[in-house]
DNA sequence: AGAATAAGTAAGCATGCGTAGACGATACAC
DNA sequence: GTGTATCGTCTACGCATGCTTACTTATTCT
């Protein structure tokens, strides 16, 4: 048998990545969008919805969704900016940081138990690689 | 910033690759499920079009479709089972056969080019990691 | 006052998937 | 033979996703 593609396999993995990730999530009462956009306020708040929407990939009129699901579990606050109030601040709360460190460890764990066989030095190179070929698409 | 995970930097790769998957596909008249099919007729001829839906996963009534597309390009051909009639078995035809090994040699290409930049060893690991962590799922 | 922008809302359209029911052709058990 | 089951096919439906468009509201800027 001929190596097999890269397209096959990388959606093969992705299937079973997503699978196990959905539930870690759903346990938060979290779907993929709304994790997506919960983890892209990590480093900052965003200062308004359509740059949130931008950064994360997701349409305009589909984030209101995910952030009405997350400020409905009060893990974000939309609140108007003070300098100009058209535009709505989102912003990570105290429960939402932890809910999200919550997920991470759990989606590290989870990765951790994917990876369990891989020898750590492949395990390395693997990361590297994806590190490296999805950085110069930013 | 942290690791990032998995799941986003598979997505992101697969995007790439299945973007730039596409137009080899289109090339020689196919879509993505179209070559996944054809692709599994590569060992050998699939006695029953059910057998060959469970083997790609593929829908039971979407499939149909993708092999009235092939069988349009003289890629396949259908033919009733002797043994029995209501079978129907699906063989590649010559021409078939040489658009797959066509479009497998383009992808390839396409790969090497996406990797072009990763260290042989690392590239070496990425793949076998991946070809490893896919394979128990079967 | 009037034009422009941000967020929210709704409707329409396209795609893709899976399910279910019906059909004809065929096979098989009795 | 007759009845039952299976295979491939077709059609119709429901579901979810996503994009585009347009309209409303609040707010800002000129």
Redesign the pocket.
């Known amino acids: 048998m001929e190596r097999p593609e890269l397209g096959y396999l990388l959606t093969r993995l992705l299937r079973t990545a997503m699978a196990r990730e959905e539930p870690i999530l759903a346990n938060a009462g979290l ?3 709304d994790y997506a956009v919960l983890s892209a306020l990590t480093e900052n708040a ?8 931008a950064a994360t ?9 995910n ?2 699901q997350l400020e409905r579990l009060g893990l974000v606050t ?1 609140e ?11 912003s990570l709360t105290a429960e939402g940081r932890r809910i999200l460190e919550r997920c991470r460890a759990d989606i590290r764990e989870m990765e951790d138990d994917l990876l369990r066989d891989v020898p750590p030095g492949d395990r390395e190179a693997f990361e590297r690689v994806l590190t490296r070929l999805v950085d110069p698409l930013d």
């Open positions: 779907r993929m969008w965003a200062p308004t919805q359509a740059q949130l929407a990939g997701r349409d305009k009129t589909r984030l209101i969704g952030l009405d939309r108007p900016d003070p300098a100009d109030r058209r535009n709505r601040v989102v």
